[in-house]
């Protein structure tokens, strides 16, 4: 049988050896021992079944106990030992170990004596008891632990490890104190810090550049440029941490305007402008005029008095000394007159009264020619310029002749055809550009025929009575009529001039110009013999030569042409008095243009004259040039446009007989 101890609340028992263990607190305890009829008798607990078959040794008398018989109990006590549990441990410093008391029997019942044991251990600076079995680390190192129940003892081995450091790894970073971003003036130099724990490395990158690796630090860096500020650090993990703060960078800048919106500004003298002025990114601003500070404010606005041209200047800095500025130029305005004289008088000779004159070329653009058509052409050309710049209004037309003459309708063997009258002379130069010399068959050309044609065009496309009529012939050879080549009598030429009046001869001119004098035709040795023929047949002679034509010299140039053509077509007056007004006035200031003024109302101006008082023009200018003015460096010159003084009374001043080119005059400056 087997007896069980089952929530004693005082006392209980059992053999050990010869004596009777005696509990004072509630335990579950399994006793084996005594006979299978024996009965432990607690006086306190009541009687317990014993298993007499557990029993494995003898125990005497137990004073005081007795069976439900009063029968004197005879038992055998049971072999126990004590073991501790864990029997080895290890903990680290600061943790608690709960350690256990076990009282096992043979036949393996176990019993929890912990809070009944004694507990020690030998090196007392290792650990402490918080309670039976229950110890704290205190510090590194091993020690054993006894336990002790009775007589019985066992141990266990303590071993206290070091505590594994508790990592926390964190960093820091600032730029000039500051920890996501910043703003700074370019150039500027702050402070960067760092600082970090727990961490194996830590690098200082300014964008992808490394300037320094340690794990805590301070240096100045001077930034020119937006970046990014970072500490990359790494863990014993190998896990990575990193803090940046953004760099933006700034150059100051100001604005300046006055009133309101200008950056020049033209008023008059002495009158208020306007300033106003705004910056950015800056640390001071001042407003200059001059050398004078009028405003220290990174915005504003002041009134300044023009009493001069000026610049006005806003300059700001900022932290790092980068400076920025802006100006405004006031011009100040000065009313004035400028006073000269209206014009002169004046008087030309009659000679220099023009006659209209109407002309036609008859030229040769014969293979012949090929090494004279250049300077034909050039000497066409020039001619007409000269004419023009001698202020004649000419009519002009061009018959160009090879063995044939082109008419209208009919170019003959001329592809360019011909130019009948007109007044546009650049149609003329155009027209003389596009010949070619080439063709032509025989030595002989049409220059007859050239004749008749350009006195014919004279005769039906001029119809002034005045105009003189000039037939201009260039060829190298004497010329034929256009049927015949070979037939260079004049008769059918002069027969058709016989058809001309008096008065249409007398103001028919032929002048010719031939670069040879070989190849005759019908008794005519050359062109020339044969043009000077028909001077004197058909052309009423006068006094001068050059009132009926003649010869040319060649080369068939401006000079020669204008000798022999042009003194023709004046015609002999008496003087002209004249009235010279001044019609166009410029004038320069220190070498440089400054003004230029079309006298529009010249019959003010001859009013002037004839009252021998000066004309004045008004005009507005700055400080500067008022000043340049008055120390004497303007210039005057004038144009002047002379009519007679009889057609400057009557109010006409349409044509111009005589002008003066620029000349300086006087000029007086009044405010």
């Not at 109990?73 to 709960?98: H, I, K, N, W």
């Not at 350690?99 to 043979?106: C, E, F, H, T």
Request: glycine share 8%.
């Amino acid at each position: 049988m087997r007896g069980i101890f089952r929530g004693l609340p005082r006392t209980a028992g059992f053999c050990l050896g010869s004596r009777l263990v005696t509990f004072s607190f509630a335990v579950m305890i399994t006793v084996t021992g005594c006979s299978e009829d024996a009965k432990f008798i607690n006086r306190d607990l009541g009687d317990a079944s014993l298993d007499a078959e557990s029993f494995i040794g003898g125990c005497p008398n137990v004073a005081g106990a007795q069976s439900s018989s009063s029968t004197a109990l005879t038992c055998v006590a049971p072999r126990a030992q004590l073991f501790v549990e864990p029997s080895d441990a290890s903990l680290l410093v600061g943790e608690s170990l709960d350690l256990k008391a076990y009282l096992i029997s043979a036949d393996g019942g176990r019993m929890d004596v912990t809070g009944e044991t004694q507990w020690s251990f030998d090196r007392q600076n290792l650990l402490e008891f918080r309670r039976p079995g229950t110890v704290k680390a205190l510090a590194a190192g091993s020690t054993k632990v006894d336990a002790t129940f009775l007589n019985a003892a066992a141990s266990s081995v303590v071993t206290v490890k070091s505590a594994a450091p508790v990592l926390d790894p964190s960093v820091s970073l600032t730029v000039a104190g500051a920890t996501d971003s910043i703003t700074l003036a370019e150039g500027l130099t702050a402070d960067v810090v760092w600082t970090s724990k727990d961490l194996a490395s830590c690098g200082l990158f300014v964008g992808d550049r490394e300037i320094d690796r340690k794990l805590a630090g301070s240096t100045p860096l001077k930034f020119t440029q937006a970046t990014v500020v970072e500490l990359r650090c790494a863990a014993f993990s190998g896990d990575i941490f990193d803090e940046k703060v953004a760099i933006t960078v700034t150059r100051p800048k100001v604005w300046i305007t006055g009133n309101e919106s200008l950056k020049t500004i033209t008023t008059k003298r002495v009158s208020p402008v306007v300033l106003t002025w705004t910056s950015a990114d800056a640390r001071s601003c001042e407003v200059r005029d001059g050398g004078r500070v009028i405003a220290s404010a990174p915005s504003g606005s002041s009134i300044v008095v023009a009493d001069r041209s000026r610049k006005i200047e806003a300059v700001c800095d900022d932290a790092a000394g980068n400076k920025s500025d802006d100006f405004v130029d006031i011009i100040v305005e000065f009313d004035s007159r400028l006073t000269f004289a209206a014009g002169h008088y004046d008087q030309i000779p009659g000679s220099s009264v023009q006659r209209p004159v109407s002309i036609m070329f008859a030229l040769d653009v014969t293979g012949s020619m090929q090494g004279q058509i250049e300077t034909v052409k050039s000497g066409v050309k020039d001619f007409v310029t000269q004419l023009v710049s001698r202020g004649f209004h000419p009519r002009l037309g061009v018959i160009p002749f090879r063995d044939k003459v082109p008419y209208p309708g009919n170019n003959g063997d001329v592809s360019e055809g011909r130019l009948e009258l007109t007044d546009d002379v650049n149609r003329v130069k155009d027209f003389v550009q596009t010949l070619r010399a080439l063709g032509g068959g025989d030595a002989n050309e049409a220059a007859l025929g050239g004749i008749k044609a350009a006195v014919q065009a004279l005769r039906d496309g001029d119809d002034r009575p005045d105009a003189v009529k000039i037939v201009m012939v260039v060829t190298d050879q004497p010329g034929h009529h256009g049927a015949s080549t070979k037939d260079c009598t004049l008769a059918p030429l002069t027969n058709y001039l016989g058809l001309l009046t008096e008065a249409e001869q007398r103001n028919f001119k032929l002048f010719y110009s031939s670069p040879t004098t070989g190849y005759g035709c019908s008794g005519f040795a050359s062109a020339q013999a044969q043009m000077s023929k028909i001077l004197e047949s058909v052309f009423l002679a006068e006094p001068l030569i050059a009132n009926r034509g003649g010869l040319i010299p060649w080369p068939f140039a401006t000079t020669n042409l204008v000798n022999d053509v042009v003194n023709m077509l004046v015609k002999t007056a008496p003087p002209i008095d004249l009235a010279c007004i001044n019609d166009t006035v410029d004038v320069s200031l220190s070498g440089k243009p400054f003004l230029s003024r079309l006298m529009s109302d010249r019959g003010a101006s001859f009013r002037a004259l004839e009252e021998s008082r000066p004309v004045s023009l008004a005009l507005t200018m700055n400080d500067a040039d008022h000043l340049a003015f008055e120390a004497g460096h303007g210039i005057m010159t004038a144009s002047r446009c002379c009519v007679s003084k009889a057609a400057a009374k009557a109010g006409d001043f349409g044509s111009c007989l005589k002008r003066w080119g620029p000349q300086s005059i006087g000029f007086s400056l009044e405010d």
